[in-house]
């Protein structure tokens, strides 16, 4: 499955999840919720044995949230932000799958 801003690939029972939204793999509303489809992908995957996270960038991993999104989003679109993001963190903590982080 293509994504707009992760290149996800399984080798050798490895998942590699790589963030790829130049130029500093900033979170916005879109890749948030393609995090949440790409977490549950991989640790749902039986060929899958261990997730590793890493950066297709070569001078980051992430700066975190795109503080754009935030600019006028109110108490309901945080509400939201925030519920996704648990949701992102139930997917990872419900996993039994070991998950790393490859950061540069």
Partial sequence: MEY??????????????????????ATSWDMLHE?????????A?????????ASALERYF???ADLEVFRGIG??????????CHRIVRVLRGSEK?????IP
Avoid: C, Q, Y
């Fill in 62 to 64: 992430s700066a975190g």
């Fill in 45 to 53: 995957d039986p060929a899958v044995r261990v997730v590793v996270v």
């Fill in 35 to 43: 995090h949440l489809a790409v977490f549950e992908r991989v640790t």
């Fill in 75 to 84: 108490a309901d679109g945080m509400r939201e932000w925030l519920g996704v």
């Fill in 4 to 25: 707009d801003f992760h290149k996800v690939e399984i080798e050798s029972r490895v998942g590699w999840v790589e963030l790829n939204r130049p130029p500093v793999n």
């Fill in 98 to 102: 070991p998950l790393l982080a490859a």
